[in-house]
């Protein structure tokens, strides 16, 4: 196979600049994923809560980046229309965006109202397709960019008690793959990005029972075979892999999971006569 060069493949060159708008970054895989393409982009950091926003924006600043917090609540249309253009008109074109604002809402399936399961959904795919509409047009007419959907592994391991996220994350997968097959050609890329167990404020509202119940339920069903968690700083540095990924390489899934912890082994300089 013969290795064509980007520029007779009509690509080019990343620019020079290349801002980055991270829905959903005001806390936890967000605001780790913010802090760390702010080493090398400009950031719009977007969420509901506004001041956990302007909080990552100092922590970018004060580190050397560039970055603006942005409001936005991916429910609302006229809330991201807004954000998008808030985040041009402090940054620049918009060069990658990462959608990773979702919900979850435990509880059994039947017991869930349809008003909550109805929410999840409406946060994490129909929000997706609003920050697309928002903001792919103008990166196909650019011929470049990269937009980023944070999945979850619960899709090829279901999480019981958590059906309205799990239904969200497979419709998000199936969403993120068409707009891959739509998008090929244009310059654009649409990566997913899966990441495994990660130490987040997701689940910080729930019910301390719930919580329990949630893991011991999931371990009946093989889920969570240790406990070993990931970092968030983990799937910030994945996200950045995608990102950073020269022009002519497409990394359309990428699965993060936490390694198993080693099993301990007798010490014998600490072992009794």
């Not at 806390?27 to 760390?36: E, L, P, T």
């Not at 620049?92 to 509880?107: D, K, L, Q, W, Y």
């Not at 399961?117 to 994490?124: G, V």
């Not at 007419?141 to 958590?162: N, T």
């Amino acid at each position: 196979m013969v290795d064509v060069p980007h520029s007779k493949r009509g690509l080019g060159e990343h620019p020079d600049r290349r801002p980055v708008l991270v829905a959903g970054a005001s806390a936890g895989i967000g605001a780790a994923i913010a802090k760390s393409l702010a080493a090398s982009h400009p950031i719009a950091v977007a969420a509901r809560r506004l001041e956990r926003c302007e909080d990552v924006v100092s922590a970018i600043r004060e580190a050397g980046g560039e970055a603006v917090a942005v409001t936005l609540d991916v429910t609302d249309s006229d809330s991201v229309e807004a954000c998008a253009k808030a985040a041009e008109a402090a940054l620049g074109p918009i060069e990658a965006v990462i959608v990773n604002a979702g919900g979850m809402s435990p509880g059994r399936t039947w017991e869930l109202s349809t008003d909550v399961f109805a929410e999840d959904l409406n946060t994490n795919i129909l929000g997706a397709q609003r920050l697309v509409r928002a903001f792919v047009p103008a990166m196909i007419e650019r011929q470049r960019g990269d937009i980023v959907f944070i999945s979850s592994d619960v899709v090829p391991h279901p999480r019981p008690l958590l059906a309205s996220y799990v239904a969200a994350k497979y419709g998000l997968e199936g969403f993120a793959r068409v707009l891959q097959m739509e998008l090929e050609g244009t310059g654009v890329r649409a990566s997913v990005l899966r990441p495994g167990p990660t130490v987040s404020e997701i689940a910080n509202t729930w019910e301390m029972d719930i919580a329990i119940e949630v893991a011991e339920v999931g371990a009946k069903f093989g889920q969570m075979r240790h406990w070993v968690q990931l970092n968030p700083d983990a799937i910030a540095r994945s996200v950045a892999h995608i990102v950073d990924a020269p022009r002519g390489v497409h990394l359309p899934f990428v699965d993060v999971g936490p390694e198993a912890p080693l099993p301990k082994r007798p010490r014998p300089d600490l072992e009794q006569p």
